[in-house]
């Protein structure tokens, strides 16, 4: 079977999990106003399908790391998550806990939607890998753009419950298709891994732990751009640019992963990639600071187009970053703790990120300049991290101590 086949098939799983990933938040938003009125708690159901993200990874990352059939392990937890999106389609509006509580459900499944599939990649394509990466990081930026969107329509037509469970046939579509993956079994169950263990292992390896940290401050910079919009948009009595700074940075996001598949990084150092791009990123925050801070009534267009330009450019200088974390991560992770490594990564990013959009929000006082200040200190914070952790001396992995005799 071709790689070309095995990595369109794959590319249709992922666009299929990650468009219904992103569109639930507006879905189940846009389902609590409808029934409810109440954005406080659309924003608590939100917190319940989200923050699970982080906390499920590692366990989840474990088990899926151990079982023999891969394949039937992501079937089954998509078609729970699709399932409990559906039932979030019924209770919201009429059983307040019992949303919170299939929703967490469904966020516990979630790092198999993100991270844990991204690992995959590996076994499926272990000769096109670089390109494989880059159309990975494609599909986020398709799933960031498309997935609000498609969320949006269909509650436009069909109504908010209808949105969340369109989503969810998405999810049951991916589960179909992940099953025709041609993923190797394992001769037998490997053993249950620590939940600890990928946090042990980006200890110590300093490459996977440089990258782990550089991103995560990164990411914690970048979840203030919801709240950067919103602040401009005010300052300049422009309410399209609240969404259009997302949007700029979408696109360029998904510019940057097309190049990224067209010309791979592997001229580059991984890690060397993370540092550059995540310290470059500040520069265009850095100029739009000057634009948010002489911003007035009545500035030209050609200025505000400038603007979205800078924040394409940011956007896009985040893809090459994507596609070099998951080389480290291949190149760091045994094959027992690769799923894990995958899905605590990727949680990590989603936990900084809404720690990001959070202090955005307790500083937004302050005003649009000053965030965008934070958000490009964030970026050199980040490369910092990535220049200087990636020095130290790797510690030496005792024989064991990544597996644990749970099992």
Avoid: N
Avoid at 54 to 69: E, F, I, M
Avoid at 124 to 130: H, I, M
Avoid at 237 to 248: F, K
Avoid at 255 to 272: D, M, N, Y
Wanted: proline share 5%.
């Amino acid at each position: 079977m071709s790689s070309s086949f095995v990595l369109a098939r794959y590319v249709g799983v992922a666009v299929c999990a990650r468009l219904a990933d992103e569109g639930a938040r507006v879905a189940i938003l846009l389902l609590v106003l409808e029934r409810t009125g109440s954005a406080a708690l659309g924003g608590a159901l939100i917190a319940a399908l989200m923050v699970p993200h982080v906390l499920a990874a590692p366990l989840v990352g474990a088990v899926a790391d151990a079982v023999r059939r891969r394949r039937l392990l992501y079937a089954a937890a998509y078609l729970a998550y699709a399932c409990c999106l559906g039932a979030a389609a019924l209770l919201i509006g009429r059983s307040t806990l019992g949303a919170v509580l299939v929703l967490v459900v469904a966020g516990c499944f979630a790092p198999l939607l993100i991270g844990g599939l991204s690992s995959l990649l590996g076994d499926l394509v272990p000769d096109r890998l670089e390109r494989a990466f880059g159309l990975d990081v494609t599909t986020y930026s398709v799933a960031g753009i498309a997935g609000p969107a498609l969320a949006a329509v269909l509650a436009g037509l069909a109504g908010a419950a209808w949105s969340t469970v369109g989503l969810a046939a998405l999810v049951v579509v991916a589960a179909v298709l992940v099953t025709t993956l041609p993923l190797p079994v394992g001769a037998h169950e490997r053993r249950l891994a620590s939940p600890l263990a990928a946090l042990t292992l980006m200890w110590r390896r300093p490459r996977l732990g440089a990258v782990t940290l550089g991103t995560v401050f990164s990411l914690a910079g970048v979840g203030a751009l919801p709240l950067v919009g919103a602040l401009l948009a005010a300052q300049l009595h422009r309410p399209a640019l609240t969404g259009g700074v997302l949007s700029a940075g979408a696109v360029g996001g998904l510019i940057g992963s097309l190049a990224c598949t067209r010309w791979p990084i592997r001229r580059w150092r991984p890690e060397a990639v993370v540092a550059f791009c995540i310290g470059a990123t500040a520069v265009p925050f850095a100029v739009l600071v000057l634009f948010a801070g002489g911003g007035r009534d009545g500035l030209p267009l050609s200025a505000l187009a400038g603007a979205l330009v800078l924040f394409a450019l940011a956007g896009g200088l985040g893809s090459p970053v994507s596609v070099a974390v998951f080389a480290v991560r291949d190149q760091e992770s045994p094959p027992e703790v690769r799923t894990q490594v995958f899905s605590l990564g990727a949680g990590l990013k989603v936990t900084a990120a809404a720690a990001g959009a959070a202090a955005a929000g307790l500083a937004a006082g302050a005003g649009a300049a000053v965030v965008l200040g934070a958000i490009a200190l964030c970026q050199l914070l980040g490369a910092l991290a990535v220049v200087l952790v990636g020095r130290v001396t790797p510690a030496p992995v005792p024989a064991g101590s990544i597996v644990s005799q749970a099992k």
